[in-house]
């Protein structure tokens, strides 16, 4: 009769051997890509679900005072900043398109004819630092409903000068406070920070905020972006 | 040798909760280093070698898996703990004559204690690093989502704050991470007791 205190050898080679198999497959699961990346894939699509529900369509990033906005403003993007490409801001045009009523290009003059909105707000890339700066233009909001865009439809994507394409959902889109650009600190857009007009979208990370665009469309067709291709995470919600 | 009932010392259940919390917790610590690499808050960097290298975009992806995995295996433990099945030592009833007469031992390499029971000290030290880690996860919430979160970033002034919060409670729970390893590897048959539950030999019931 074995005391029902200790282990028996049996048990205590049982235990031993499901201790060191679990051990052997924690450290093969961490080191093996083929057995990590679905699950890291598949927690990344978990986050996007959590992300969206969590969105609060009317809650506001927080606004700063005119005194608080960062000097000097940090320049971030996917080429060096001499490399940046320049656009005639009077021949641009924003080519509209996909899920809309009008197919079309908007001028520069076509987004200042929209209410204008300033904000205030803190940039808040990936890497973890940040910036507050002031960016005024037209809501996406208004410049969805004036192209006729179906409300419906779940992403709208934006593709830039520099080959640079994100997107983000229908609902962030719809968000107040974001705007499409064409006034950085109380002056056009320079081209390093997005001229002629670039997304500015507080609720999300900086990754988001494609500058230099070129075209806007609408879609149901899952469209991904430069960096989500390379493991970020879609939706990137702040 | 006595017939009173000694509860094992560590079930199933709080054993896994255990392994998958401290890996977990380490995973975190190291791809946190990773990511804190990326742009450093503080003035300095954590050195390469001490860090996974795996890059932002994989670093990012890990911890957010670890973060999930930490906060299921906490909460099943708060909840085992707590609730549903207490047969663990006790963390309840710290007294501080006791925790400084042990503190003293300690000093003496004195560190006795009947091995179904915690010291006073350790208790602490888990009470510690359990609300150590519920802030982290808190404040690791707040630099997720600081628009959704923002009275967490309100509460203790903003988003840069809070990024220096997320570090200097990261470095505690590492501290507290050394103590346990250390202490682990020299109380003897700790970690036997933990990796594969055995329950105290009649001599170290008796004390």
């Known amino acids: 009769m074995p005391d029902p205190l200790f282990l028996s050898r049996r048990q205590f080679m049982t235990r031993v051997t499901v201790s060191g198999a679990l051990g052997a497959a924690s450290a093969g699961?961490?080191?093996?890509?083929?057995?990590?990346?679905?699950?890291?894939?598949?927690?990344?699509?978990?986050?996007?679900?959590?992300?969206?529900?969590?969105?609060?369509?009317?809650?506001?990033?927080?606004?700063?005072?005119?005194?608080?906005?960062?000097?000097?403003?940090?320049?971030?993007?996917?080429?060096?900043?001499?490399?940046?490409?320049?656009?005639?801001?009077?021949s641009w045009k924003l080519k509209v398109s996909g899920q809309v009523q009008k197919v079309t290009g908007l001028s520069l003059g076509d987004l200042g004819m929209l209410p204008q909105h300033t904000q205030i707000t803190r940039l808040i890339c990936i890497e973890g630092w940040s910036f507050v700066g002031q960016w005024s233009g037209p809501r996406l909001s208004d410049v969805l409903k004036l192209v006729g865009a179906d409300l419906l439809a779940s992403y709208v994507v934006f593709d830039c000068a520099d080959g640079y394409h994100t997107?983000?959902?229908?609902?962030?889109?719809?968000?107040?406070?974001?705007?499409?650009a064409i006034d950085f600190l109380g002056a056009p857009l320079s081209p390093a920070f997005g001229a002629p007009a670039r997304l500015r979208i507080p609720t999300k990370l900086g990754f988001k905020n494609a500058k230099n665009l070129l075209s806007l469309k609408v879609t149901n067709a899952f469209p991904g972006g430069y960096w989500e291709e390379k493991g970020y995470n879609w939706f990137a919600g702040l | 040798?006595?017939?009173?009932?000694?509860?094992?010392?560590?079930?199933?259940?709080?054993?896994?909760?255990?392994?998958?919390?401290?890996?977990?917790?380490?995973?975190?610590?190291?791809?946190?280093?990773?990511?804190?690499?990326?742009?450093p808050v503080f003035g300095f960097r954590i050195a390469m070698v001490l860090t996974p290298d795996l890059g932002l975009s994989q670093a990012i992806r890990w911890h957010l898996f670890l973060g999930w995995l930490l906060a299921i295996a906490g909460l099943a433990l708060t909840l085992g703990r707590f609730g549903l099945a207490r047969r663990v030592p006790d963390l309840r009833g710290v007294s501080r004559r006791q925790v400084v007469c042990e503190i003293l031992d300690a000093t003496k390499l004195r560190m006795k204690h009947p091995v179904?029971?915690?010291?006073?000290?350790?208790?602490?030290?888990?009470?510690?690093?359990?609300?150590?880690?519920?802030?982290?996860?808190?404040?690791?919430l707040a630099l997720w989502k600081p628009v959704q979160f923002q009275l967490f970033g309100d509460f203790v002034g903003g988003y840069e704050v809070m990024r220096q919060v997320h570090f200097l409670l990261m470095a505690s729970v590492a501290a507290f991470f050394v103590i346990h390893f250390v202490m682990a590897i020299l109380a003897p048959g700790a970690l036997w007791s933990m990796l594969i539950g055995v329950r105290p030999s009649p001599k170290e019931r008796e004390r």
């Not at chain 1, 997107?167 to 499409?180: E, F, G, N």
């Not at chain 2, 560590?10 to 690499?37: E, Q």
């Not at chain 2, 029971?117 to 690791?140: E, K, M």
Request: aromatic share 12%; net charge negative.
């Open chain 1, 29 to 90: 699961f961490a080191s093996s890509s083929v057995l990590h990346d679905p699950v890291l894939d598949a927690v990344s699509a978990w986050n996007d679900a959590v992300q969206a529900s969590l969105f609060g369509p009317d809650r506001r990033a927080q606004t700063y005072e005119p005194d608080d906005i960062s000097v000097p403003v940090r320049y971030n993007g996917i080429l060096p900043q001499a490399y940046v490409p320049r656009i005639d801001p009077v």
């Open chain 1, 167 to 180: 997107s983000i959902d229908m609902d962030s889109a719809m968000h107040p406070q974001t705007i499409l």
């Open chain 2, 1 to 39: 040798m006595c017939n009173t009932y000694v509860p094992a010392l560590f079930p199933t259940w709080f054993r896994c909760c255990h392994w998958l919390m401290a890996g977990s917790v380490l995973g975190l610590i190291v791809t946190g280093w990773d990511i804190y690499n990326a742009a």
């Open chain 2, 116 to 140: 179904a029971d915690y010291l006073h000290v350790q208790r602490v030290l888990y009470l510690g690093v359990y609300g150590a880690l519920l802030l982290l996860i808190l404040s690791g």
